[in-house]
Nanobody, 123 residues
Framework: QVQLVESGGGLVQPGGSLRLSCAAS????????MDWYRQAPGKQRELVAA???????KFADSVKGRFTISRDNAKNTVYLQMNSLKPEDTAVYYC?????????????????WGQGTQVTVSS
């Protein structure tokens, strides 16, 4: 069974920084894309940042230049470094990964989500 566990959320003042981590565990054969999404109250879930297993990245326009995404393939972990945080960054942040389990009969990867971690930016 594959699980994603996030950590690192919390309360921070505007202009501050936080680093989120998401570790995948279980019967993993290969991890493809690892992404961070967020959902603010009353809004749809949106993609914040994504990274392929080759290291290619992309970011939402609203976070470009402030957030960076990285991954440690040896640890099956993805990170989101968030700098210059703004109140509008307040949301629940979710980790997503496309993972091929080692018991996949047809070699099909599945989508997995973490439980979410709250990030609140407020003075």
């Amino acid at each position: 069974q594959v699980q994603l566990v996030e950590s690192g959320g919390g309360l921070v003042q505007p202009g501050g920084s936080l680093r989120l981590s998401c570790a995948a565990s279980g019967n993993i054969f290969r991890i493809y894309d690892m992404d961070w999404y967020r959902q603010a109250p009353g809004k749809q879930r949106e993609l914040v940042a994504a990274i392929t297993n080759g290291g290619s990245t992309k970011f939402a326009d609203s976070v470009k230049g402030r957030f960076t995404i990285s991954r440690d393939n040896a640890k099956n972990t993805v990170y989101l470094q968030m700098n210059s945080l703004k109140p509008e960054d307040t949301a629940v942040y979710y980790c997503y990964a496309e993972i091929l389990p080692d018991d996949s009969e047809y070699g099909v990867a599945n989508d997995y989500w973490g439980q979410g971690t709250q990030v609140t930016v407020s003075s």
